[in-house]
């Protein structure tokens, strides 16, 4: 079993930045594709960045490409999310996720936008902007 614990959300206002941490208790961190989502409220969550096992392959939302980067440090079992130029619309709980290894050779999809796709969930972390 993985557990994901995100932190770094807060209150921050538009156009301010903030850098979010997804810690894995997984001994092999870099067997796994990695992403973070979001849920606003009322609203479904919906897919923000992933990034597979080595970091060589990232893709972006097209709301937050240019913004925010996704980036891991295998060696401490973390992903990031470092977000720039903050928007109101961007508040949100962000949620880390991660998808074995079986699950991204099942779907042949290194870096999955699908929730479906990832395996394990973190109980999220919420982040405010203000206007």
């Known amino acids: 079993q993985v557990q994901l614990v995100e932190s770094g959300g807060g209150l921050v206002q538009a156009g301010g930045s903030l850098r979010l941490s997804c810690a894995a208790s997984?001994?092999?961190?870099?067997?796994?594709?990695m992403g973070w989502f979001r849920q606003a409220p009322g609203k479904e969550r919906e897919f923000v960045a992933a990034?597979?096992?080595?970091?060589?392959?990232?893709v972006y939302a097209t709301s937050v490409k240019g913004r925010f980067t996704i980036s891991r440090d295998n060696a401490k079992n973390t992903v990031y999310l470092q977000m720039s130029r903050l928007k109101p619309e961007d508040t949100a709980v962000y949620y880390c996720?991660?998808?074995?290894?079986?699950?991204?050779?099942?779907?042949?999809?290194?870096?999955?936008?699908?929730?479906?796709?990832?395996?394990?969930w973190g109980q999220g972390t919420q982040v405010t902007v203000s206007s």
């Open positions: 996720a991660a998808a074995r290894m079986e699950t991204v050779v099942r779907f042949d999809d290194p870096v999955s936008r699908k929730m479906g796709e990832y395996d394990y």
């Open positions: 997984v001994r092999t961190f870099s067997h796994y594709t």
């Open positions: 990034i597979n096992w080595n970091g060589a392959n990232t």
